[in-house]
């Protein structure tokens, strides 16, 4: 690991200054992603700047409804939360399907979403890799592809993101509040990770020295009728393979609106807007659902290891609908 | 580069300077000679360094030292009052919680972090009704418990155990 230096943030403006105005410099957060990747040798930052103690950690009711997360709040914290919990419970659930409690009680909600991919190939610096070292090639591509995309990649790169949570706050039409140099920004959360393209090294669309202070989650009543299913290898602590977060309006056994989102299939969050389309105003049948799934999943495009997460994908999103839709009304 | 910082171990105030890039564990560990959390896979994947920090469970190997100065941490070794065991540790004595005992610690840090969330009502992905009273099944602790690692195995017996010592 190289060394660097430490520097712990009395503000959020200096703390935005001194990382902008510093190309090897980074935001800590709990470290929980960076740290390993400065053993692994993936990131060599020359300056941390620590920005756990800024006051951004808590989760407040918004004046007009919804909710506004600070990003220090930590994923344990926001799972318990009760205004989580009861408003959001698509939210708290993906929140508890990532890591482990222990993890949970470090990582914060800016670093969650800022966490990079597990492909098995960015994470070994001995191969080549388009997200790590741009220009040296895929490996995943004609490697061991059960873990990747299978949406929305591109012949450079076909890792996803791991995040449970951003993919609940996908669905929920998250927004982020973003502080640069020159003020604050709004970032829609599904415009906020990018599909790989020709640069996959970048993540997101956050410039060098920006800096995530909350995340706002509008006011959504049906929400209460909500759900996060996380398909894994093992019955804890593993990474999606496929995952679904939803939330379901109902009238009179009609899918009134509807949020649907998907993870573990692409290089971001998957906003399922094709299958909402075919959903509003649908009856609330499974035969609607698999309808919409399928319209979903059309542009699918399987590897040579993971065609599996096609009909894991839709028979999860029935599976999710389908269960919503029985739930008594709330 | 190096930093002077200060942490309450055990009950016991240590100061010490670290390179930045020392993490937690290993301060703990290299530099301070409290061997309790131990160091398994140093990637926050098996739980073994896990301990309570500032009250609760957490991994120390993804912590840089540098960033936890002035923190409060408790080892599996300072849970004891004196000679006096922790219940937990009581129970995964009287239950054979362990075969090695490489992984204990961690499992006993993170039981006793876990059986405080539990306390405050803090749902799990197992957890059916979010607002609803915790019951502490079976499922409940195996899931609670899912970022403890045992490699040899001795799962069955750290449920009975976690289960004794919440009971």
């Known amino acids: 690991m190289n060394p660097f230096a430490y520097e712990r943030a009395a503000d959020a403006a200096g703390a935005v200054a001194r990382v902008a105005g510093h190309p090897g410099a980074a935001f800590l957060g709990a470290g929980t992603n960076l740290v390993d990747h400065m053993k692994l040798g993936i990131a060599h930052p020359e300056l941390l700047?620590?920005?756990?103690?800024?006051?951004?950690?808590?989760v407040e009711e918004r004046q007009g409804?919804?909710?506004?997360?600070?990003?220090?709040?930590?994923?344990?914290?926001?799972?318990?939360?009760?205004?989580?919990?009861?408003?959001?419970?698509?939210?708290?659930?993906?929140?508890?399907?990532?890591?482990s409690g222990q993890l949970r009680n470090l990582a914060t909600t800016g670093g969650n979403l800022l966490q990079r991919t597990r492909c098995v190939y960015f994470q070994d610096v001995t191969t080549p890799c388009n997200k790590r070292a741009p220009g040296t090639g895929c490996s995943a591509i004609d490697g061991y592809t059960r873990d990747h995309a299978i949406l929305g990649a591109s012949e450079h790169c076909v890792a996803v993101h791991p995040s449970d949570m951003a993919v609940a706050m996908a669905a929920l039409d998250a927004v982020l509040v973003v502080l640069g140099k020159a003020g604050e920004r709004r970032i829609p959360l599904v415009d906020f990770h990018r599909l790989p393209g020709d640069a996959p090294d970048r993540d997101t669309v956050l410039e060098h020295g920006e800096l995530i202070t909350a995340v706002e989650l509008p006011d959504l009543p049906f929400a209460t009728r909500s759900a996060y299913r996380k398909v894994r290898d093992r019955a804890s602590y593993a990474f999606a393979l496929v995952s679904v977060a939803a939330a379901l309006d109902l009238r009179d056994g009609t899918v009134r609106d509807v949020r649907l989102a998907l993870g573990g299939v692409a290089h971001k969050p998957w906003r399922a807007v094709r299958a909402e389309a075919a959903l509003r105003g649908a009856p609330a049948t499974p035969e609607s659902f698999r309808r919409a799934a399928d319209a979903e999943l059309a542009d699918a495009k399987p590897l040579r290891d993971n065609a599996f997460k096609v009909p894991m994908a839709r028979n999860t999103i029935v599976a999710v609908l389908r269960d919503l839709a029985m739930e008594k009304g709330r | 580069m190096d930093a002077r910082i200060t942490l309450q171990v055990d009950g016991v105030e240590r100061s010490l300077t670290v390179d930045t890039r020392t993490t937690l564990l290993d301060a703990l560990r290299d530099r301070l000679g409290v061997m309790s959390p131990k160091k398994g896979c140093d990637h926050g994947q098996c739980g073994a360094c896990t301990v309570l920090l500032d009250g609760r469970r957490a991994t120390t190997?993804?912590?840089?030292?540098?960033?936890?100065?002035?923190?409060?941490?408790?080892?599996?070794?300072?849970?004891?009052?004196?000679?006096?065991?922790?219940?937990?540790?009581?129970?995964?004595l009287h239950q054979d919680g362990f075969q090695c005992g490489y992984c204990t610690p961690g499992q006993i840090c993170s039981a006793v972090g876990m059986l405080d969330e539990v306390k405050a009502g803090h749902p799990s992905h197992v957890?059916?009704?979010?607002?609803?009273?915790?019951?502490?099944?079976?499922?409940?602790?195996?899931?609670?418990?899912?970022?403890?690692?045992?490699?040899?195995?001795?799962?069955?017996?750290?449920?009975?155990?976690?289960r004794e010592a919440a009971s």
């Open chain 1, 49 to 58: 700047v620590d920005v756990t103690r800024l006051p951004f950690d808590r």
């Open chain 2, 61 to 92: 190997c993804l912590a840089f030292a540098v960033a936890y100065d002035g923190a409060t941490i408790t080892t599996a070794a300072g849970l004891a009052n004196g000679h006096a065991l922790h219940p937990v540790q009581e129970a995964f």
């Open chain 2, 127 to 162: 957890t059916r009704d979010l607002t609803a009273a915790v019951e502490l099944t079976d499922d409940e602790i195996r899931e609670r418990m899912s970022g403890n690692l045992c490699r040899c195995g001795a799962y069955v017996n750290i449920v009975a155990a976690i």
């Open chain 1, 65 to 99: 409804g919804g909710v506004r997360i600070g990003a220090a709040v930590r994923n344990s914290d926001l799972a318990a939360h009760p205004l989580i919990r009861s408003r959001y419970p698509l939210l708290a659930q993906a929140l508890l399907a990532g890591a």
